[in-house]
């Protein structure tokens, strides 16, 4: 599986070209903004993009979808417990001075078990709210594409509309139960591994010291 990071817009959000190379199918995950440029990469990959999958529908996460789609009309999977989210989007961006376009509406439901395919890849499924009521991860036996849950040193903020410390918590202990050796490749910022989160990261450290405690 060949794995390109797009870093994109103001906000720096990471969407990704997966690439399944024996097959030479694709899939897209959050197209956050400069449309233009992520087509771009999907025609220079000279692979079919058959899917966008979103892990959840903040603005920066779903503001090139519209621009994408226009050029490779494929279906758009999302859980439905983020539709508030993906109906408030333009009016969010506009919130911090960002204009995109209102993105289409999804085709396809996630759901907690489900499995998606790109090629003859196959990812579960994992739905873990807390940064967004339907945020959703992907992850096989080697990666976990992450969105905005798990960051390298830092977690996914709560203090938006519909966001809950307590349940991101419950979402992350469930994604450190992956195993250590799968590399992480969130929304924003670089790559990371389970296992070095577990160790460094300062907010799951606090997170397992309490833990501690309670027991």
């Known amino acids: 599986m060949k794995i390109e990071m797009l870093t994109v817009g103001p906000l720096e959000e990471n969407c990704y070209l997966v690439i399944d190379e024996s097959t030479n199918r694709a899939i897209l995950i959050d197209p956050g903004d400069e449309p233009d440029r992520i087509v771009r990469a999907v025609h220079e990959s000279g692979a079919t993009l058959d899917a966008v999958w979103l892990t959840h529908a903040h603005f920066d996460h779903v503001g090139a979808l519209a621009g994408v789609l226009r050029e490779f009309p494929v279906p758009v999977y999302m859980h439905p417990l983020d539709a508030p989210l993906h109906a408030q989007a333009v009016d969010s961006a506009l919130r911090y001075g ?17 499995r998606v395919t790109v090629g003859s890849e196959a990812l579960a499924v994992m739905h873990v709210p ?7 991860v992907f992850h096989n036996d080697d990666v976990v594409f992450g969105g905005d849950c798990l960051f390298a040193g830092s977690i996914g903020r709560t203090d938006f509309e ?38 460094t990261n300062p907010f799951l450290l606090g997170q397992a010291r309490l833990l501690r405690v309670k027991r």
């Open 98 to 114: 960002i204009r995109i376009e209102s993105p289409p509406a999804p085709d396809r439901q996630l759901s907690e078990g489900d």
């Open 130 to 136: 807390g940064h967004a009521p339907g945020h959703v």
């Open 162 to 199: 519909y966001g809950d410390r307590e349940t991101l918590d419950a979402s992350l202990a469930r994604i450190m139960e992956l195993g250590d050796d799968l590399t992480v490749y969130p929304g924003h910022g670089r790559a990371t591994t389970i296992r070095a989160e577990r160790a």
